[in-house]
């Protein structure tokens, strides 16, 4: 049987999302969760869609500032938690099972809240079928606390959804994944509100520079910079090198790295031995 087409499983998705009537869409503004949000609202109507957003300081300013704008563009009603995960010592701690006691913490004070206003919604989240081959705990905690991911569910990957966001005019299409500032902490190194803050400004130096996808991982007193490899020479020339060695030693780095190897999507999950589902 031939694999169904992008326009195919959209329709799927459709389906699932009339079964459900009335959601709440755990919203970042990122690729797959404006994709959602979007599909929720042309599927069902705006007055039967609810955009959640956790708010806490692992979350990019300009991310939330997005969220506000997304959500009022689109006519849907916004709410936003502040979910304080640093406050949880299985979350600070920085495990690589971190981002399940994130998403446990979002998901569950989105049905506290959803409970309390007494709104029949049922929890979205942004997963894509992507996803569920890669390391991502938070899938598990979406899991067990029944949260649905409609993209993933009828085979959506990050291909078909970026494509559909294009078709539709979306400015996500072809927005560089932007995943919460915790993931550039090395595991084992505690997740604190002033190292957040640090990579905040890092990346946001860097976004002035004119560089788009890039990663400041952050280990300890070392700043490892990943930029795309056709940019690493660029970056190395001295009036670039310079800046930015400059002003990440101001941010409180003793040494700052430019990875040869790259930019990679979570390439701090490389020192993880798996031994379980990656999805979990």
Known sequence: MAEPSTAEKYCQMQDVLRTLRKVAVAF???VDSTFLLTAAVDTLGADNVL???GKSDSLIREEFEECRRVT???GVAHVVIDTDELSNP???RNAPDRCYHCKSTLFDQAAAYLQEHSFPHVILAGTNADDLGDWRPGIRAASERGVRSPAAEVGLTKSDIRTLSGEWGLPTSDKPASPCLA???AYGEEVTAEKLQVIADAERFLRE???REFRVRHHGNLARIEVPPDRIAELAQPEFRESIDRRLRELGF???ALDLRGFRSGSLNEVITLTTPRQQ
């Open 90 to 92: 299985a979350y600070a």
């Open 51 to 53: 955009a959640i957003t």
């Open 28 to 30: 970042s503004a990122g």
């Open 72 to 74: 009022a563009e689109l």
């Open 254 to 256: 003793t040494f700052v």
């Open 183 to 185: 993931s550039r902490i």
């Open 209 to 211: 520079l004119g560089l």
